[in-house]
């Protein structure tokens, strides 16, 4: 099983700063890697997927980057909406698998 | 656009089965994609149980692999899921995804949360 571990845990940041989150694989995923925000008290929510596509509806401040096993999703300018759980996921052989997620908070 | 809903009890015993429907609207699931179910227990990160082609094809978490089964049923446009044997870790919020293009979930159901508890 494919193992993804995101660092920090923990990201402490004030609005209109840049997120830099981190999502490594223990093995290649190629680019199928995607990530997601969580809001308490509700469902995850598509971001980016194979790398570096934003899903549809997602504002430009959201990118993603990397591939083989070191990925990277980037806020470039943080608004009040955005602070939250992200998570990355892969798919490889079959099996899905979820990072333990980034919390982003309010400095 | 593609909305799901999980449906089913709240509450089970342990050593019981857990059920769970997801109700597709906007999109007929004979037509195509990948369907899955993920949980996340209070206050952690979440964990993929399985995923089920629209003809029926399963794949499951292989930790989970003993307990489960997903199936559709196209005559309602839904698809189930059974997690047989629960205990006390298997207390979650449970969400039914749509899978696209296979490598991500799409859409999200709004999750039910299951309570493992006598």
């Known amino acids: 099983e494919i193992v993804l571990t995101q660092s920090p845990a923990t990201l402490s940041l004030s609005p209109g700063e840049r997120a830099t989150l981190s999502c490594r694989a223990s093995?290649?995923?190629?680019?199928?890697l995607a990530w997601y925000q969580q809001k308490p008290g509700q469902a995850p929510r598509l971001l980016i997927y194979d790398a570096s596509n934003r899903a549809t509806g997602i504002p430009a401040r959201f990118s993603g980057s990397g591939s083989g096993t070191d990925f990277t999703l980037t806020i470039s300018s943080l608004e009040p909406e955005d602070f939250a759980v992200y998570y990355c996921?892969?798919?490889?052989?079959?099996?899905?698998?979820f990072g333990q997620g980034t919390k982003v908070e309010i400095k | 656009q593609v909305q799901l809903q999980e449906s089913g009890p709240g509450l089970v015993k342990p050593s019981e089965t857990l059920s769970l429907t997801c109700a597709v609207s906007g999109y007929s699931i004979s037509s195509g994609y990948y369907w899955g179910w993920i949980r996340q227990p209070p206050g952690k990160g979440l964990e993929w149980i399985g995923s089920?082609?629209?003809?029926?094809?399963?794949y499951y978490n292989p930790s989970l692999k003993s307990r489960v089964t997903i199936s559709v049923d196209t005559s309602k446009n839904q698809f189930s899921l059974k997690l047989s044997s629960v205990t006390a870790a298997d207390t979650a919020v449970y969400y039914c995804?749509?899978?696209?293009?296979?490598?991500?979930?799409?859409?999200w159901g709004q999750g039910t949360l299951v309570t493992v508890s006598s």
């Open positions: 995804a749509i899978q696209l293009w296979l490598h991500h979930f799409d859409y």
């Open positions: 089920i082609y629209h003809s029926g094809s399963t």
């Open positions: 093995q290649s995923v190629s680019s199928y």
């Open positions: 996921q892969q798919r490889s052989n079959w099996s899905w698998t």
